[in-house]
């Protein structure tokens, strides 16, 4: 039991959420999280707990990938040491973007979203890292709570966000390329990592790395196995496309009630676009080739 819960908490550490959690809900240690131990078989505070440190983990992989797409000014692409002076993704809002536009608009039936949530919860165990100081001195009765409170999760008949499935592959991928991301500045893996180190990290989903794939696979129940290598090789490209898409579109200023802008897009700063003035492209129609107007069959 011991041995199991000790792969569990590996699981736990390197995707990410083990270290999320004691970032949201306070220091490592017996007192550290929530009492969840006093109530053992009450899973309904480990669940609701989690839900939120879940949220608050892809929030901050997408921050990581926007900043590594679109760098910046901001903390993310300082971290990564790639910066530029002019705003970049982060304050396009592009974050925000990434989540709605995954979750909401990514082609991926809604059955397959939790076999592969629940694969990532079952599989991914590659070789023992070293837990950091900061979460080694978590009780296992927490991890096993928190491991319980995933199958649950990841299980029952609501629809887990894809944007979450999507993060944790990344930050999976971020401790594998290095080990050393599992603790430090932000919540996620990911977004700890240097620019070339996230190089790396991203071409093992787009390639569909063999062990990532066969990790995942081995836990995926039937129809679905053998099926993730080509969901990551779709989200390795559409992941780039999402943050340009986002950052250069008018999301982060548009107000949805209004139908108005509610200021200038850092896209339109980007890209020089100005709307009220001389736009390369308008007003040069200069008619139809070799006179034709029309197509007859």
Do not use: C, H
Request: aromatic share 10%.
């Amino acid at each position: 039991m011991a041995d199991s819960l000790l792969t569990r908490r590996d699981f736990l550490v390197k995707s990410g959420i083990l270290g999320a959690l004691v970032a949201v809900y306070g220091a490592a240690g017996p007192g550290g999280i929530p009492a969840w131990a006093q109530t053992p078989d009450d899973l309904a505070p480990v669940i609701a707990a989690l839900r939120t440190t879940l949220q608050e983990l892809a929030r901050d992989t997408y921050s990581g990938l926007v900043a590594f797409v679109v760098p910046g000014p901001d903390p993310y692409s300082v971290a990564q040491g790639v910066t530029t002076p002019k705003p970049g993704g982060i304050a396009a809002r592009n974050v925000d973007f990434m989540v709605a536009a995954i979750d909401d608009f990514v082609p991926l039936p809604d059955r397959n979203t939790n076999a592969y949530g629940f694969a990532l919860s079952e599989g991914l165990r590659t070789a023992p890292i070293p837990i950091p100081a900061e979460l080694a001195g978590i009780p296992l009765m927490v991890t096993e709570q928190l491991d319980e409170a995933i199958r649950a999760y990841t299980e029952n008949d609501q629809v887990l966000p894809l944007s979450l499935v999507f993060a944790l592959a990344m930050n999976q991928a971020a401790v594998a390329v290095n080990p050393l991301a599992v603790s430090g500045a932000f919540l996620s893996p990911f977004a700890r990592l240097t620019y070339d180190e996230k190089l790396q990290a991203m071409a093992m989903i787009e390639g569909a790395n063999a062990d990532l794939v066969a990790t995942i696979d081995g836990a995926l129940p039937e129809p679905e196995t053998e099926s993730i290598s080509g969901i990551l090789r779709f989200v390795g490209g559409a992941l780039y496309e999402f943050v340009a898409f986002g950052t250069f579109s008018e999301y982060g200023v548009f107000d949805p009630a209004t139908r108005k802008l509610t200021g200038r897009p850092v896209g339109w700063a980007m890209s020089g676009y100005q709307p009220n003035g001389p736009v390369e492209g308008w007003d040069e129609f200069k008619g139809y080739f070799q006179g034709r107007k029309q197509v007859s069959g």
